[in-house]
């Protein structure tokens, strides 16, 4: 092959021969693998760091996760620690106006106590006076009943601490043993609270 080329104004002529021209290829072909190789190297090295960018995005992401999930369950135990103190302050207050009343109740049950020594005291039970403190002695039941309070049950019933207060035991052939034979002093109940336990005797266990 000949290449034509002036130099100081005269034309000469060159000869390249296939030999250089295969080499020349070689070299083209040598720099292209490497600018390759290197542009593959580059994409490696960036995905790399990708990687790492994502791992780092991951932890943060989690990091978060666990501060978001903390937060939630504090406020999970704080939204349940309110709700139990409205119950409580709630209940609290309906306590305090269903017994209200309580200490008046407890220092009126002395005055019941007297009307029925009383009552017991007059042997002719169609006399005036009887009829009378009677009817007071009525009339007072039904106002403390219409208030929520009202006598326990205790004769012949079977001996329960937590309304009878057992003062004595006895020996008796009209009730069964473990019951109550006599009620000394009658107990009370104020809605749902005993207020003040029955003093009874109890029959003996055989």
Same mark, same amino acid.
């Given at each position: 092959?000949?290449? /034509? %080329?002036?130099?100081?104004?005269?034309?000469? +002529? =060159?000869?390249?021969?296939? !030999?250089? &021209?295969?080499?020349?290829?070689?070299?083209?072909?040598? /720099? %292209?693998?490497?600018?390759?190789?290197?542009? +593959? =190297?580059?994409?490696?090295? !960036?995905? &790399?760091?990708?990687?790492?960018?994502?791992?780092?995005? /991951?932890?943060?992401?989690?990091?978060?996760q666990k501060e978001i999930?903390?937060?939630?369950?504090?406020?999970?135990?704080?939204?349940?620690?309110?709700?139990?103190?409205r119950k409580r302050t709630?209940?609290?207050?309906?306590?305090?106006?269903?017994?209200?009343?309580?200490?008046?109740?407890?220092?009126?049950?002395?005055?019941?106590?007297?009307?029925?020594?009383?009552?017991?005291?007059?042997?002719?039970?169609?006399?005036?006076?009887?009829?009378?403190?009677?009817?007071?002695?009525?009339?007072?039941?039904?106002?403390?009943?219409?208030?929520?309070?009202?006598?326990?049950?205790?004769?012949?019933?079977?001996?329960?601490?937590?309304?009878?207060?057992?003062?004595?035991?006895?020996?008796?052939?009209?009730?069964?043993?473990?019951?109550?034979?006599?009620?000394?002093?009658?107990?009370?109940?104020?809605?749902?609270?005993?207020?003040?336990?029955?003093?009874?005797?109890?029959?003996?266990?055989?």
């Amino acid at each position: 092959m000949t290449i /034509k %080329s002036k130099e100081n104004g005269s034309c000469k +002529q =060159n000869e390249v021969t296939s !030999e250089e &021209i295969k080499q020349n290829r070689c070299i083209c072909s040598d /720099k %292209s693998e490497m600018i390759s190789e290197n542009a +593959q =190297n580059g994409n490696q090295a !960036e995905q &790399i760091d990708d990687m790492h960018e994502n791992t780092d995005l /991951k932890k943060v992401l989690e990091e978060k996760q666990k501060e978001i999930d903390n937060y939630k369950n504090r406020w999970l135990r704080t939204q349940a620690d309110l709700e139990n103190y409205r119950k409580r302050t709630e209940r609290d207050i309906r306590e305090i106006h269903l017994y209200a009343g309580e200490q008046l109740v407890i220092d009126i049950l002395p005055v019941i106590d007297n009307f029925e020594r009383a009552l017991d005291s007059i042997e002719d039970k169609n006399d005036a006076l009887y009829r009378g403190i009677e009817l007071i002695y009525e009339q007072l039941k039904k106002v403390l009943e219409k208030h929520g309070i009202r006598e326990i049950e205790a004769l012949g019933k079977p001996f329960d601490p937590n309304f009878h207060d057992a003062v004595m035991m006895v020996e008796s052939e009209e009730y069964e043993p473990g019951t109550v034979a006599e009620v000394m002093l009658k107990g009370y109940m104020y809605n749902s609270k005993v207020i003040r336990p029955s003093m009874v005797k109890v029959v003996k266990n055989n």
